[in-house]
């Protein structure tokens, strides 16, 4: 119990009462993750209100440049094409995708620390809570990767935050994902310094399973992103 | 209100009583729903290429019933909600329901649907 | 172990008093000394938010006035509102939850203590920070709701706005993160036996706030943050010329706004709902309708929003659906009334300061709660909106109910807090000239109102039939302050010379009243297993609990095992054949035994200085923002980075230390 309390040092004991320690928590469940499930309910309301925002103002820039029109004279002096680049954003999308599977199984490995050691060379993989934690850590660094060059890109062709209503809400919206998902990245590498200190086990399952769900949530939002801001015309 | 269903027996340790619990999928699940997200993906982005579907009634649909198939299969599988105490469950439910119905509120009152399709309003 | 039901003769000395340097108030992480600095630190704003009262009705007091310019006048009623719904309600209802939920739950503190205390430097830093705003005379100026595009740079370009942005957000924070805290305190950490079902109203109802909180901050944050990036970044959320929506900004801000009005009337809800079956000595009239009023209060919340905004012109559907959801809403807050009125009913009554409190609640509330509905009807809203017949209603329904409740809730909960009664004179002269000062001050603002004096002008001509009304309010707000005066000199003056208390001191039926007052620092020396809703009254008055439901012999739910010989710590039951359910799961009344947390080897968390720290450091990343519009921005990079950096590495130190000393 120490232990798991070491890494965010909160009341995370749970099922044992000892005569003298804590009582029992009176659903049995971790602390921790009750706070961790509340906190994601409470980011569904702070997306909510950037994708209205998105959505509301899509369509209303008197400016282009424009998500999926090009903007022709007499509305932009020089014409602009349609600025979002889809096969670079369905990668990306991918990327994230696949992070979310690196993420299950690095929280696998961690609950399965204490058995013993599979035969096969796949199956070792798999139990490598270090391997698949880096793995999450990259996917997602390469997905914000993709974000700065997209960001860039955007610039380059004249959209910037300040540019239209578009660009406002569009770079907003995007930015604050991208900050969670950098929050995330940080958590991640937190998780993957303590794995080479002291080795994560069994008894970390439940801190390495709230940035799981952390991360997965910052995933299905951008699942949501990608088809209202990206596809949806 | 469930208010007795949230209490578990004590008698639950470790895992469980952590939140997680044994019937937890494995790599096999894992993999197959990753599968299953890219080749959704992968469709929704096909269909973006198609300018006669683009331009049918069934293109905004089946996008928006594709993303929430995506959302709730990572929500389930991934965050195993599926698996996991239903306390949970309704933390994340509640919310999200209200956050739908002020997103739709919002688009509503803002004229969204009837710019787009006029046949709403 | 004590069974008890006599209460022990009370020895201040005897109870634990722990440490009282400067130093043991600024690492606590305890939840009843967080409360209390809650309770000071929201009396202070509270006054400092009447002070501004009084000098708007002032100003107001007779035609043509100048007193005040303006635009000083602009930045009172704007701070006046910000600071009493910000600093002043929210902030003591939080002094509630930190000092009662537990001890109303039967637990030893909330789930994450240091989370607890960094709420509170936060709110303590947003507040100071807001009112800063007063020094460099630029004190916010855009009312208390922050209409855009009348705040964005165009329009207001100074720092004033710029002070209320980053302020709300800084509060916010406090708020979300006490609210993540609450949650789990209540969900998690129960005594055994404490069903949902059992919890006291007043956990009930705090209990759904948070969930308010949690659902409509994150909103005004994003509102605000769009406000933020117009004017530091140059964004156009709110620039018309860009094509932006000037209702934006209402509709986000409502989506908060209207959520927040419950945030800030439940927790006096539930304040009144303890009061009230105590010196009626019945237990609650309709326990679960009570919940269940309260949970589709909070839901239909969340759905009435744009009654606010009628004037605007949201075409019919939007108006119907929301003048109707505004009416709906009106029906399980009348069940909430019906309910208090019922438990009074046939109840042997005793007039208390408390109850006096409570029932003024009943009263003014309902006014209050009947002139909402008046608004709710577009049509009537037109005629209304924006005049001082809305002042009058929302005064109603946050002086007449939240701050009456709370003064009640002051007025009971002293004596858990301190050990010794507020005296019952004073406080009788504090209720009376209260109640009277209100309604002087705000009852005529309805005929002020519908004969069409707008709010917020800063002076008005005679001959409008407006004079009366006007001089009469600022009257009122007189008799308001001299009550509210007493009540300061009683709550300085009680707390070394009140009466002492005792152990139970209203005969009241929930848990915090069966531990010493105050409270040792781990509150129960024995967790108590709960066999129904009113533990202290199946001891002391077992006739009056007989319909409550209770854990039935054999019921071996949550290891509360009311048959067993043993109680569940092992000791033989002394009373194992009586028929008492709460003394038979162990239920007793702790007597003050002067020893500590160490002394009975409880772990308790170890005092920190970082949720401080690490609060100042986000104030200070927060602060850097401002030197933007002085135009120096290095120093305002300089001030960002280095607040980041004192927060992020004060946040990994709590967060890598455990809590307590391992065990
Ligand atoms: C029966 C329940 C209630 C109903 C039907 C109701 C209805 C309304 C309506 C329709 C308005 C808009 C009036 C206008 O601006 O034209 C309003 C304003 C307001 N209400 Fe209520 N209300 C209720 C309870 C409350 C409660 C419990 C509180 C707070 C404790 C509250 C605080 C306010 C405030 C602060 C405003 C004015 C906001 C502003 O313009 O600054 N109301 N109410
Ligand atoms: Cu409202």
């Not at chain 2, 096909?46 to 198939?69: D, E, K």
């Not at chain 3, 003064?407 to 909960?413: E, P, Q, S």
Request: aromatic share 14%.
């Amino acid at each position: 119990m120490a232990h798991a309390s070491a890494l965010t040092g909160d009341h995370s004991h749970s099922a044992h009462d000892d005569a003298h320690g804590h009582p029992p928590t009176s659903t049995g469940l971790d602390n921790k993750k009750i706070a961790i499930w509340a906190f994601i309910g409470s980011e569904c309301m702070l997306f909510a209100s950037l994708i209205s925002t998105y959505l509301i103002y899509k369509g209303r820039s008197v400016v282009g440049p424009y998500p999926h029109d090009a903007c022709l004279p007499p509305q932009c002096s020089t014409p602009l094409k349609a600025i979002l680049n889809i096969p670079i954003t369905s990668a990306s999308t991918f990327v994230l995708l696949m992070s979310s599977l690196a993420m299950v199984l690095a929280l696998a490995a961690v609950e399965l620390k204490d058995q013993p050691m599979p035969s096969g060379w796949w199956s070792r993989r798999l139990r490598s809570s270090k391997l698949w934690l880096w793995m999450t850590a990259l996917l997602g660094i390469t997905f914000l990767g993709f974000q700065a060059f997209e960001f860039t890109s955007f610039v380059h062709e004249g959209l910037t935050i300040r540019t239209n209503l578009f660009g406002s809400s569009f770079f907003t919206l995007t930015g604050f994902h991208g900050a969670h998902v950098t929050a995330g990245v940080l958590w991640l590498l937190t998780l993957l310094a303590i794995d080479y200190r002291r080795g994560l086990g069994p008894k970390d399952a439940i801190n390495v399973d709230l940035a799981a769900l952390y991360w997965h949530f910052v995933d299905v939002v951008w699942i949501a992103i990608f088809t209202l801001v990206y596809l949806i015309k | 209100m469930a208010h007795d269903t949230q209490h578990e027996p004590h008698a639950n340790v470790d895992h469980t009583a952590m939140g997680i619990t044994h019937e937890h999928p494995t790599w096999s699940t894992y993999w197959k729903v990753a599968v299953v997200l890219t080749l959704i993906t992968a469709v929704e982005v096909w269909i973006y290429y198609i300018p006669s579907f683009v331009a049918s009634r069934a293109f905004v649909p089946s996008l928006l019933i594709m993303s929430a198939v995506k959302f709730a299969t990572v929500v389930m599988f991934y965050m195993h909600l599926r698996y996991d105490h239903k306390l949970f469950r309704a933390l994340f439910t509640a919310p999200l329901i209200i956050a739908i119905i002020t997103i739709v509120g919002l688009l509503f009152l803002f004229g969204y649907f009837s710019h787009r399709t006029g046949a709403l309003l | 172990m004590a069974t008890t039901a006599t209460a022990p003769a009370y020895a201040p000395t005897e109870s634990y008093v722990g440490e009282s340097g400067i130093w043991s108030w600024l690492t606590t992480v305890d939840h009843k000394r967080i409360g209390t600095l809650y309770l000071f630190t929201s009396l202070f704003f509270f006054l400092v938010g009447g002070v501004e009262a009084g000098m708007i009705r002032a100003q107001l007091a007779g035609p043509n006035k100048d007193l005040f310019s303006a635009d000083l006048y602009n930045q009172l009623f704007t701070m006046h509102g910000t600071t009493m719904i910000f600093l002043g309600v929210m902030p003591l209802s939080a002094a509630f939850f930190n000092y009662l939920i537990p001890l109303q739950i039967g637990a030893r503190d909330v789930a994450f203590p240091r989370l607890n205390a960094f709420s509170y430097w936060v709110f303590l830093l947003g507040g100071i920070f807001m009112n800063f705003s007063w020094i460099i005379g630029a004190a916010p100026n855009g009312g208390w709701f922050g209409y855009a595009p009348l705040t964005t740079m165009q329009y207001s370009a100074g720092l004033n706005i710029d002070f209320w942005v980053i302020g709300l957000q800084i509060l916010g924070v406090s708020s979300l993160a006490a609210a993540f805290n609450f949650i789990t305190t209540v969900i998690n950490m129960r005594a055994p036996g404490m069903n949902l079902m059992r919890m006291p109203m007043f956990t009930w109802n705090a209990f759904i706030v948070q969930f308010l909180l949690v659902l409509a901050f994150p909103v005004i944050t994003i509102a605000l943050v769009f406000l933020q990036f117009d004017r530091f970044f140059g964004t156009n959320f709110y620039t018309m010329a860009a094509g932006a929506d000037p209702l934006l900004w209402q509709h986000l801000f409502w989506i908060f706004g209207h959520p927040e009005v419950y945030i800030l009337i439940l927790p006096a809800f539930g304040l009144v709902s303890e009061i009230i079956p105590t010196f009626s000595r019945k237990p609650i009239f309709g326990y679960p309708v009570m919940v269940y009023a309260t949970m589709l209060i909070a839901f239909l919340g969340f759905g009435v929003w744009a009654h606010h905004m009628f004037a605007v012109g949201m075409g019919p559907i939007g108006d119907t659906v929301f003048g109707v959801t505004t009416m709906l809403i009106a029906i399980p807050t009348g069940v909430k009334i019906f309910n208090w009125i019922f438990t009074m009913w046939g109840g042997s009554l005793r007039f208390t300061t408390a109850m006096k409190f409570a029932i003024g609640l009943v009263a003014l509330f309902t006014i209050g709660g009947i002139s909402g509905v008046m608004h709710a009807s577009p049509p009537a809203d037109l005629q209304q909106t924006d005049t001082y017949f809305v002042v009058a209603h929302f005064h109603y329904v946050l002086f007449g109910g939240s701050m009456m409740g709370i003064f009640g809730g002051i007025y009971y909960y002293y004596p858990k807090m301190t050990g010794r009664l507020l005296s019952e004179k004073l406080g009788s002269w504090h209720f009376w000239l209260m109640f009277i000062g209100m309604n002087l001050t705000f009852f005529p603002m309805h005929f002020s109102g519908l004969m069409g004096m707008p709010r917020r002008i800063y002076t008005y001509d005679a001959g409008q039939g407006w004079e009366l009304f006007n001089k009469l309010s600022t009257y009122g707000t007189g008799i308001l302050a001299v009550g509210l005066l007493i009540f300061v000199w009683n709550f300085f003056r009680s707390y070394s010379t009140g009466e002492i208390a005792g152990i139970v001191p209203w005969g009241a039926p929930t848990l915090e009243w069966s531990i010493p007052s105050p409270p040792p620092e781990y509150n129960f020396a024995r967790i108590p297993k709960v066999t129904s809703r009113l533990p202290l009254w199946d001891l002391t008055a077992p006739r009056l609990t007989r319909e409550v439901p209770h854990t039935e012999a054999g019921d071996k739910r949550l290891d509360v095992d009311v048959a067993s010989k043993h109680t569940a710590t092992g000791h033989p039951n002394p009373t194992a054949n009586a028929p008492r359910q709460g003394v038979e799961a162990g239920m007793h009344i702790e007597r003050a035994t002067g020893r500590t947390a160490r002394e009975l080897g409880i772990p308790m968390p170890n005092p920190t200085i970082k949720p401080l720290i690490c609060a100042l450091g986000m104030t200070i990343m927060f602060t850097g923002l401002l030197f933007i519009h002085v135009n120096r921005m290095p120093l305002a990079l300089a001030t960002m980075i280095g607040g980041a950096l004192l927060m992020t590495l004060s946040l990994y130190a709590w967060v890598l230390t455990p809590l307590e000393d391992a065990h």
